[in-house]
């Protein structure tokens, strides 16, 4: 299996628990990774054969940047979900970072991350 990857996707969104996470936001970070077999576009260097990163990348944003979800861990498994799907892949894996957590300490964010893999194979290339 080949391997796909967004590193480092950010996003200004409003989720979490607290009030002042939903009134004034936070940035979040998404890294996203996506099992495919790319020995076909390997060969044809066509974009056709292979994912567009662009329409992942649009995806990711709009899901981000729209509904607000109070837990992280929703809104990755919202990611992945969104992502089997519309694109043909056999497993995605979705980091969701918070950066500057409502935390009382020093932490530089939290991360969950999420791994789902294709049920549907009639969306698998």
Do not use: W
């Not at 950010?10 to 979490?16: I, L, S």
């Not at 020093?106 to 789902?116: L, M, P």
């Amino acid at each position: 299996m080949d391997t796909i990857r967004l590193t480092n996707m950010v996003f200004y969104a409003y989720h979490g628990v607290t009030e002042a996470e939903k009134e004034t936001g936070r940035r979040f970070e998404v890294d996203c990774e996506l099992s495919v077999d790319l020995a076909e576009p390997g060969d044809s260097d066509k974009l056709s054969d292979t994912i567009d990163y662009h329409a992942v990348y649009n995806k990711i944003e709009t899901v981000v940047t729209g509904k607000a979800y109070s837990l992280i861990e929703r809104l990755a498994a919202e990611l992945a979900k969104q992502i089997l799907s519309e694109f043909s892949v056999y497993q995605v894996t979705v980091r969701v970072r918070k950066r500057t957590p409502p935390i009382a300490g020093h932490v530089d964010f939290i991360e969950v991350e999420v791994t789902r893999a294709q049920s549907d194979p009639s969306k698998l290339m």
